[in-house]
């Protein structure tokens, strides 16, 4: 076989070795994060200010209850800014063809990951708070 050149085919489907459903579910979810992280800067935005927040929290060494709380917070915001992010990704394919439904349905969108970050913001700042008051009050 000197001189010669040799290919490689590609492995067929059915002989390349599948993953377990779990695994596979694994691998799907953290493409979508990196999706996330890539297609959206406020995804970014929003991990980055969650850091910060975690941060302050580690600072002030707040309650194992509190942790709890703030992490499930903190994961509301994510999940909702995802799930927007995935719904106008299926919405950019419509935008053309029906116009206003489409520009509301985005705007609801938008508006939950809204809540869901006031009401994040809420709960750190009175988690927070709450934490200040003990560390003064003693």
Do not use: C, Y
Not at 28 to 53: C, I, K, M, W, Y
């Amino acid at each position: 076989m000197t001189g010669q050149l040799q290919v490689h085919q590609p492995r067929s489907e059915t002989s390349r070795r599948r993953r377990a459903p779990w695994r596979q579910r694994l691998v799907e979810a953290e493409r979508g994060v990196t999706e996330g992280f890539r297609g959206d800067s406020t995804f970014f935005v929003h991990f980055f200010l969650g850091s910060l927040v975690i941060v302050a929290a580690a600072v002030l060494g707040i309650s194992f209850v509190h942790w709890i709380l703030l992490v499930l917070a903190l994961t509301v915001v994510l999940s909702a800014e995802m799930f927007n992010s995935a719904f106008a990704t299926l919405l950019r394919d419509f935008e053309g063809h029906t116009g206003l439904p489409v520009k509301k349905a985005r705007k609801i969108g938008t508006a939950a990951v809204f809540v869901a970050m006031a009401g994040a913001t809420v709960a750190v700042g009175l988690i927070f708070a709450h934490r200040l008051m003990q560390m003064f009050a003693a």
